[in-house]
């Protein structure tokens, strides 16, 4: 195990740093992940039975009466230090990128600016049907009317602009990720088991071309037997503490 000290001077002598982080950096926001078992919403839910594109498909007032309570439980969830914390590494000009698997903003609340959010986010919501967006807002306000949100203009249901399981990701995005991943020095890793594909390809990216990896995760991931460094520990602690080793000290 290495500690934060070890993790900044990796930092500091990488040339092209690029973050991907998972569900894990936002559990110390108060948002559950979906492998530590029996947390909050996810508890007595299988996320493959109600996030699933074909569910959808065939019952989407059955999603929204799950995604619902997401949709609330994910109201007025701040970022936490580890959001605050590549915020500040970007700002510093020691981070290039964010690439997220979450969807709940967290990031951008921190002031993330180069962040690519390859599972989409909850930002907006668009209507199947005729194709108009809704920016969250009205979705949380249809919310508390209905137990699915309707589509003003043709009455539809809408979808958030999330990837389900099943679908495929938006294309942009995920070729974005690929090529930060591709051109990172060092591929920092933070809160996430990197199970689900193709997102787990990416450490194998940043590996094949000379890259290295770091990182900081509660638990073991996939990929722990091929990176540098590895931190077990909360990424909420951690990475303040990262942020606190790289800055210069006073005279
Ligand atoms: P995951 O649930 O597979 O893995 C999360 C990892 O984070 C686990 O290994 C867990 O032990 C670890 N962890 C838990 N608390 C931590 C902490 N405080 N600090 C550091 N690590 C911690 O999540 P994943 O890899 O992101 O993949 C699952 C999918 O779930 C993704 O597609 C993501 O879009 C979705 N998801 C997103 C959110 C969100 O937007 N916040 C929440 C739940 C799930």
Redo the contacts with the bound molecule.
């Keep these: 195990m290495s500690s934060p000290a070890e993790l900044a001077e990796l930092i500091r002598s990488a040339g092209s740093v690029v973050a991907l982080t ?7 926001s108060g ?6 078992p029996q947390t909050g919403l996810w508890a007595n839910v299988d996320p493959m039975e109600v996030a699933h594109i074909s569910v959808w498909r065939r019952d989407p007032g059955r999603f929204w009466g799950f995604y619902g309570q997401r949709f609330a439980a994910l109201e007025g969830k701040q970022p936490n230090g580890a959001h605050h914390a590549l915020a500040a590494l970007e700002e510093a000009g020691r981070l290039d990128a964010v690439i997220t ?4 903003l967290l990031h951008e609340r921190a002031g993330s600016h180069n962040l690519v959010e390859v ?1 989409g986010s909850i930002r907006t919501a668009t209507c199947p049907a005729c194709g108009s967006s809704y920016p969250r807002a009205a979705v949380v306000a249809k919310l508390e009317r209905a137990d699915a949100p309707p589509c003003d203009s043709c009455g539809a249901i809408l979808k958030p602009d999330v990837v389900f399981f099943g679908e495929l990701l938006p294309e942009e995005a995920i070729d974005r990720a690929f090529g930060l991943a591709r051109e990172a020095t060092l591929l920092l890793v ?7 594909y193709p997102v787990a390809g990416l450490p194998l990216e940043t590996l094949g071309a000379g890259g290295e990896l770091a990182i ?4 073991p ?1 996939a990929f722990d037997s091929k990176a540098s460094l590895r931190i077990d520990g ?3 602690e951690v990475l303040p503490q990262v942020v606190s080793a790289l800055r210069p000290r006073r005279a």
Excluded: K, Y
Aim: glycine fraction near 16%; charge should be negative.
């Design positions: 998972g569900a894990g950096i936002s559990v110390p948002i559950p992940d979906f492998r530590t698997q979450n969807i709940d599972h933070v809160g996430s088991s990197l199970e689900v900081v995760n509660r638990g991931t909360s990424a909420g």
